[in-house]
């Protein structure tokens, strides 16, 4: 059967609470479910793991090699800051999808800047939760191609 990770960063196990009119209203549960009935259509399975922790972010991306066909991560604030993180990433033979709730282009400068994005296989940004579900179809959608 063919899995995706869900992998979410610092703080967003606050969403629904934190900052509402940036983030959205939606909980991290809502989302998870959302992408999880999404891929289930499609014969998929999804797991999904948080921390405000970056050496368990970089360990759920070590793990996921050979295991997962993508990974959905929005690393949160370590998209800015984690050298360490994207060194994991370009470790593994497992595309990435970096995905941000709001718009980190129309955001503070330090933010405009991902050390992620030139590993990842593509950046979602400012869609909301449903940033989500594009990465899941476009993993789809990828996998649709090279199996059809």
Not at 134 to 141: D, N, P, Q, S
């Amino acid at each position: 059967m063919n899995q995706l990770l869900l992998l979410n960063g610092p703080n967003l196990n606050l969403l629904g609470k934190r900052e509402p009119h940036i983030y959205g209203n939606s909980g991290l549960d809502e989302i998870e479910n959302e992408v999880r009935m999404l891929l289930q259509k499609h014969g998929w399975e999804l797991s999904s793991f948080q921390s405000n922790h970056e050496g368990e972010l970089i360990e759920a991306i070590q793990k996921s090699d050979g295991k997962y066909k993508g990974i959905i991560f929005n690393p949160a604030a370590y998209t800015h800051t984690s050298v360490a993180l994207r060194d994991a990433i370009s470790a593994v033979d497992v595309p990435v999808i970096e995905v941000h709730l709001s718009n980190v282009h129309n955001r503070e400068p330090f933010r405009r800047e991902s050390l992620l994005a030139p590993v990842c296989w593509g950046q979602i940004s400012g869609l909301g939760a449903i940033g989500y579900s594009v990465a899941a179809h476009a993993f789809l959608e990828m996998h649709k191609r090279k199996d059809g």
